[in-house]
């Protein structure tokens, strides 16, 4: 089937580490997004990509990097620098035009 | 100001009956669309109904109607014979049409409906 998968399902992260989040889509979608969600809160835009190595950051990308190597894949790392990590963390997918995102399934990040 | 207003933080609807859930939103564009997607308790975020801001008619996807008033800025869905597999958080979204080649949306903050047997 079609869709979008996230890995891991949960990730823990010590102080000072990087990690890096995984977010494939078989759905031939060109434009790709990575929200993060806190508790009680609606979505809010890290990165999007509308094309293969091509990103722009959204309303909250401090702290995070993406990279577009492949239509396919959108990983996304939280460096050290993202003071306070732990979230949900949702990637998206969609055609153009007036298309609804398509969703993962998410990954929990927190820290040790 | 917020784009998206979802002024119910939380609701209760008893199992078989209709509920109303609230969404105002603020843009100077012509052309946008307005989503609704839900979210149960496993994270999952799934597209409901979608109305686009030239649409004519209410948008209806089943047991899903989308009640758009655009003069009031509000595009509130209705979920008729609530189920009790309907208890999730809601969220309305808004793409808006200019100066948005990347197709990002604007989340609201969400409302909670839990169903009673």
């Known amino acids: 089937d079609g869709g979008i998968t996230q890995s891991p399902k949960y990730l823990f992260r010590k102080e000072g580490q990087n990690v890096t989040l995984s977010c494939e889509q078989n759905?031939?979608?060109?434009?790709m997004y990575w929200y993060r969600q806190d508790p009680g809160q609606g979505l809010r835009l890290i990165y999007y990509?509308?094309?293969?190595?091509?990103?722009q950051k959204g309303d909250i990308a401090e702290g995070y990097s993406v990279s577009r190597e492949k239509k396919e894949s959108f990983p996304l790392t939280v460096t050290s620098a993202q003071k306070n990590p732990t979230a949900f963390y949702l990637c998206?997918?969609?055609?153009?035009?007036?298309?609804?995102?398509?969703f993962g399934d998410g990954t929990r990040l927190s820290i040790l | 100001a917020q784009k998206i207003t979802q002024t119910q933080p939380g609701m209760f609807v008893q199992e078989k009956e209709a509920v109303t859930l609230d969404c105002t939103y603020d843009?100077?564009?012509?052309?946008?669309?307005l989503f609704w997607y839900k979210q149960p308790s496993s994270g999952e975020m799934i597209f409901l109904i979608y109305?686009?801001?030239?649409?004519?008619q209410n948008a209806t996807e089943g047991r899903y109607s989308l009640n758009f008033q655009k003069a009031r800025k509000s595009a509130n869905l209705v979920i008729s014979a609530s189920q009790l597999g309907d208890s999730a958080m809601y969220f309305c979204?808004?793409?808006?049409?200019?100066?948005?080649?990347?197709?990002?949306?604007?989340f609201g903050g969400g409302t909670r409906l839990m169903v009673k047997p």
């Open positions: 109305q686009g801001s030239y649409d004519e």
């Open positions: 843009t100077s564009d012509q052309s946008y669309g």
């Open positions: 998206a997918s969609t055609d153009p035009g007036l298309q609804p995102q398509h």
């Open positions: 759905l031939n979608h060109d434009a």
């Open positions: 979204a808004m793409r808006e049409g200019l100066n948005n080649a990347g197709n990002m949306l604007t």
């Open positions: 990509s509308q094309i293969v190595n091509d990103f």
